[in-house]
């Protein structure tokens, strides 16, 4: 079985400031792993995701990730946030060889991008 | 463009109703899902339909079912809504895993579902 840790349930950060946003996971398998967004009102949509090969992974609206197996980490990061980018997001892992296509999330943390 | 909708943004019902709570892609993805959302607990998978009248039982089926009569549309059925069930719905879907390994899920708006 797998398990997703996002320690930080909300991250308040100044525009055009970095941000890291921390994802651990456990798992006895290898894993893919993917970070969502989900805007106001809105579902979720893919920001990014790691299937294999080079351990950074860039995505949509100017994020990266890292993916460090050592580390059972998957934080995701942007150099300059904008105002926009207020949102809720989620890391998520999947397990090879599981039986389906079964999504473990974790909890979710809050960016909040304040002027 | 992958189109994911539910068929309702918002729903109120009374406690002991039969709910049903649609949901359509319009892709031909053999995958769909079913979670639910409440904060701070993430998403938690309910049900998921992997080819039609196929279904597996995901983390908290209890309480719930669910219809898978054509590839497009999967719905999830509150036999006897509780006020403990008053979430965010969220609907998904993905293709099949490829070579390479896995899709994404997309995801439909969500249904807010209250129960008094």
């Known amino acids: 079985a797998q398990s997703v840790t996002q320690l930080d349930s909300q991250v308040p950060v100044f525009e055009e400031a970095p941000v890291e946003l921390r994802c651990n996971y456990s798992s006895s398998v290898s894993v893919y792993l993917f970070w969502y967004v989900q805007y106001p009102n809105q579902g979720l949509q893919l920001l990014l995701k790691y299937l294999s090969g080079s351990t950074l992974v860039k995505g949509i609206n100017g994020f990266e990730a890292e993916f460090n197996k050592s580390q059972t980490s998957f934080h995701l990061r942007k150099p300059s946030v904008h105002i926009s980018d207020t949102a809720e997001y989620f890391c998520?892992?999947?397990?090879?060889?599981?039986?389906?296509?079964?999504?473990?999330f974790g909890t979710g943390t809050r960016l909040l991008v304040s002027p | 463009d992958v189109k994911v909708t539910q068929s309702s943004r918002y729903l109120v019902k009374r406690t002991g109703e039969k709910v049903f709570l649609e949901c359509v892609q319009d892709?031909?993805?053999?995958?769909m899902f079913w979670y639910r959302q409440d904060p701070g607990l993430g998403l938690r998978l309910i049900y998921f339909?992997?080819?039609?009248?196929?279904?597996e039982k995901g983390d908290i089926p209890e309480g719930y079912s669910v219809s898978r009569e054509k590839k497009e549309r999967f719905s999830l059925i509150l036999e006897s809504a509780s006020t403990n069930q008053t979430s965010m719905y969220l609907c998904?879907?993905?293709?099949?895993?490829?070579?390479?390994?896995?899709?994404?899920?997309?995801f439909g708006p969500g249904t807010r579902l209250t129960v008094t």
């Open positions: 892709m031909d993805h053999e995958n």
């Open positions: 339909s992997y080819d039609v009248k196929m279904k």
């Open positions: 998520a892992v999947l397990g090879m060889n599981t039986g389906f296509q079964k999504l473990v």
């Open positions: 998904a879907s993905s293709l099949e895993p490829g070579t390479r390994g896995p899709y994404e899920q997309y």
